[in-house]
């Protein structure tokens, strides 16, 4: 399994990206996984920004970033994280994470990371 995160770079406040996380090598059908985007800012522990579940289509997000993100499935192996209204504490890496399962759960394969740098 293989997980390609990109889209990160250097954005003023109050500006916009949208990350892409592409699946590869998946044994089961994309459907099949939840597909979470993660966080970590330097001295930080690694944190969860979001998460999909793919039968049902539940999506969940961390009191930080609701009604600024969101996530989507664009098309299978495709997760999307529209991020909007940065603000320079959304800063750190971002992850991508996969797992097989029906319900809410920590991921078991991981994405390289891609940096995000909010900052006038």
């Known amino acids: 399994v293989m997980l390609v995160e990109s889209g990160g770079g250097l954005v003023q406040p109050g500006g916009s990206l949208r990350l892409s996380c592409v699946a590869s090598?998946?044994?089961?059908?994309?459907?099949?996984?939840?597909m979470s985007w993660y966080r970590q800012a330097p001295g930080k522990e690694r944190e969860l920004v979001a998460y999909?579940?793919?039968?049902?289509?539940?999506t969940r997000y961390a009191d930080s970033v609701k009604d600024r993100f969101h996530i989507s499935r664009d098309n299978p192996g495709n997760t999307s994280l529209q991020m909007n209204a940065l603000k320079p504490e959304d800063t750190a890496v971002y992850y991508c994470?996969?797992?097989?399962?029906?319900?809410?759960?920590?991921?078991?394969?991981w994405g390289q990371g891609t940096q995000v740098t909010v900052s006038s």
């Open positions: 994470g996969a797992r097989h399962s029906n319900y809410a759960c920590v991921p078991d394969h």
């Open positions: 999909n579940i793919g039968v049902s289509g539940k």
């Open positions: 090598g998946l044994p089961r059908k994309f459907d099949e996984y939840v």
